[in-house]
């Protein structure tokens, strides 16, 4: 009687085991995901910066532009 007691714990901890496990690889899973829609933001984010970036590099050409010909103007 005493070895199917220890039989039916050591049964409840691998149970118990087997579904931690499970668990962890459903949370790992949904982290990965989280990690590549985070990853893809990130890269359009980059790209929206990389753009703002050379629209501003170009206003600031106008607006130098613009002053070149006020100074001229103004001669």
Known sequence: MQEQTILEKLDEKVSQLVQKC???QGENEMM???L????AE????????ERLSEENTMK???IEEIVSKIESILG
């Open 22 to 24: 499970d668990s962890l």
């Open 32 to 34: 990965r995901n989280e």
């Open 36 to 39: 590549l829609t985070l990853k």
């Open 42 to 49: 990130r890269e359009l984010k980059d790209k929206e910066i």
């Open 60 to 62: 600031e050409l106008e």
